[in-house]
């Protein structure tokens, strides 16, 4: 199978198009949501510990603090719409563990784990419900942050209705871990597809697919990282180690198949090896939450690496491989988004979805392309095989000399069929003659165009079998006395009008034919033997006729051999 490059780029170009467009339509929505609501947006640098800000995105030292207390002076023009109902406060994105909001000094909700920061929050967003009540002309929103290794907020603090807010609240959850769901339930359908290439009907899996399978179950359990986890059963740097475990895991193993699939398995068990070695160092030697975090940003940087090194791989297979064109249209789009993501984050600093949606679709669409052309190839083999096989089926069942079926499979059909039918025995007039004076080569000759002058005078249901030597037998079936005479008599009339060349002059032919006809209920051996007598009968009539013989009752059985 064939794979157009440019096809294969138009699908992945259209995926991460598509793609694309997921990660702003749900920001377009927000706003959309918004429109005409009363709603106050809460700038990250006016909640303020007196220092900093939560503006300053940073990640923290050894030495910093992980707890902090900000607070944010709102004005009553800012809220004036809902002084006298329920206001909600709308959080996203706050580089937290845990953290509690007070409004006006009064605890309205907390989240995460804010005593020993077991608990996984910082890609998600929460609504905090406020009385209308506890509004006054001067108001504060503080905010009690239990933070292990970054500070700062990336989203956004919207007060407005509750209403607006779970609006908003629930297009965010469904940005980000609705689609890392849905790119969950990707990769589990990946994996039975791998599985399925491993079935006995498709045939032992490859070492590529099996990697492949794991670079994929790797990277959705890398996914769980995006999920919001209100509680840890460890400490948050163990859980992160296990996170970053899974996504160095899915590079190796990625390279690994690309090594297996393209015959470079040193290089890429090197490179692979080297990518978990140089991980599984900096998850011994680092001992708390900062300096690890430290060391897999720098670890990161091994990512661009592994994909340059796949691509210099893949390169010059692009044109020999359709895997390789696959692999490698794939990798440039993966390249391609990780570029998109920095310049996202560096120059619209306060974006709020992130999601590793686009990355387990590229993957996927590569999975599936490498499963359709592992089928299709094996569609190949099978129909080469069905081929095969028929074709020395037929060359078991059918004389060698005249393509004709042979006697033994003929009268196997005879058995299982059911009247009304006719058979007819067929015989070469004065054949032995023909061998004598023409010779033997001659006389296959002849035989060959009887066969030929069977074929074109018989319906396409009709079967011709050689029955040996000289003798043929046919199976007419569906037809009358007259349809079964009609169509023996113009095949001696076929025959009658051949002329056989021959290496001195050219000779007539001529043949003997005998119809056995039944509309009831008789066997095979019993069919060719009364075929036999009228072939007897017009041969005692002076040859080069048809005789037929109708049976209205089922004879007695004879024990006359049939010739195989």
Same mark, same amino acid.
């Given at each position: ?252 193993? @990625? !390279? =690994? ?9 040193? #290089? ?5 090896? /080297?990518? *978990? ?124 000399? @005249? !393509? =004709? ?9 005879? #058995? ?5 039918? /006719?058979? *007819? ?140």
């Amino acid at each position: 199978m064939q794979v157009s490059i440019k096809k294969t780029f138009f699908l992945f170009l259209v995926l991460f198009a598509a793609s694309l467009l997921l990660t702003l339509v749900p920001e377009a929505l927000s706003m959309w949501v918004l429109r005409d609501k009363h709603y106050a947006i809460i700038e990250p640098w006016r909640f303020t510990d007196g220092t900093n800000s939560l503006a300053d995105v940073r990640t923290l030292t050894p030495s910093d603090e992980k707890r902090e207390r900000v607070k944010a002076v709102i004005g009553v023009s800012e809220i004036s719409a809902l002084r006298h109902g329920e206001m909600a406060i709308y959080i996203s994105h706050l580089n937290s563990e845990g953290y509690r909001v007070y409004f006006n000094g009064i605890l309205v909700g907390s989240v995460g784990d804010i005593v020993d920061g077991q608990a996984n929050i910082w890609n998600a967003s929460f609504v905090f419900v406020v009385d209308g009540q506890l509004i006054r002309s001067a108001n504060t929103l503080e905010i009690e942050i239990y933070h292990l290794y970054e500070r700062g907020i990336t989203g956004s603090v919207i007060l407005t209705d509750l209403s607006t807010a779970r609006w908003i609240n629930g297009i965010d959850e469904v940005a980000i871990s609705g689609f890392t769901m849905i790119g969950m339930g990707f990769v589990l359908s990946g994996c039975i597809l791998i599985l399925l290439m491993g079935m006995p009907f498709v045939g032992k899996p490859k070492p590529h697919f099996i990697l492949t399978a794991l670079a994929l179950l790797s990277l959705m359990l890398y996914s769980i990282d995006y999920l919001p986890l209100l509680s840890l059963p460890f400490s948050y740097l163990t859980y992160k180690k296990i996170i970053m475990l899974f996504l160095f895991l899915c590079i190796s193993f @990625t !390279g =690994l198949a690309i090594g297996f699939l393209f015959n470079r398995r040193s #290089e890429m068990m090197l490179v692979g090896g /080297a990518t *978990a070695l140089a991980y599984g160092a900096a998850a011994l030697i680092c001992q708390d939450i900062v300096s690890f975090k430290q060391a897999y940003d720098i670890l990161l940087l091994l990512l661009p690496v592994n994909i340059v090194i796949w691509l210099i791989v893949l390169l010059p297979q692009v044109r020999k491989s359709d895997e390789a064109n696959a692999y490698f249209i794939a990798l440039l789009f993966a390249g391609l988004f990780s570029v998109y993501a920095v310049i996202r984050l560096t120059v619209f600093s306060m974006t709020t979805y992130s999601s590793p949606f686009i990355i387990i679709l590229l993957y996927m669409c590569l999975v599936f392309i490498l499963h359709t052309l592992e089928l299709t190839r094996k569609d190949v083999e099978i129909a080469r095989e069905i081929k095969q096989r028929s074709f020395f089926y037929q060359q078991s069942i059918r004389d060698g000399l @005249t !393509g =004709l079926y042979k006697s033994s499979y003929l009268v196997d059909l005879i #058995e299982k069929i059911s009247p009304p039918y /006719a058979v *007819a025995m067929i015989d070469g007039d004065y054949f032995k003659q023909i061998n004598d004076k023409y010779g033997h080569q001659s006389g296959d000759q002849a035989l060959v165009k009887i066969a030929e002058a069977l074929r074109l005078s018989v319906r396409e249901k009709d079967l011709s079998a050689r029955f040996g030597g000289d003798e043929f037998l046919v199976l007419l079936r569906d037809c009358s006395v007259d349809g079964a005479l009609s169509s023996m008599e113009r095949f001696r009339a076929r025959v009658e009008s051949m002329v056989l060349e021959t290496d001195s002059e050219p000779a007539a032919m001529t043949v003997s034919i005998g119809i056995c006809y039944s509309q009831r209920g008789m066997t095979a051996r019993e069919m060719i033997a009364q075929a036999d007598k009228a072939l007897y009968k017009a041969k005692q009539a002076g040859r080069n006729r048809v005789c037929v013989v109708e049976i209205t009752s089922v004879p007695e059985s004879h024990d006359s051999p049939v010739p195989g």
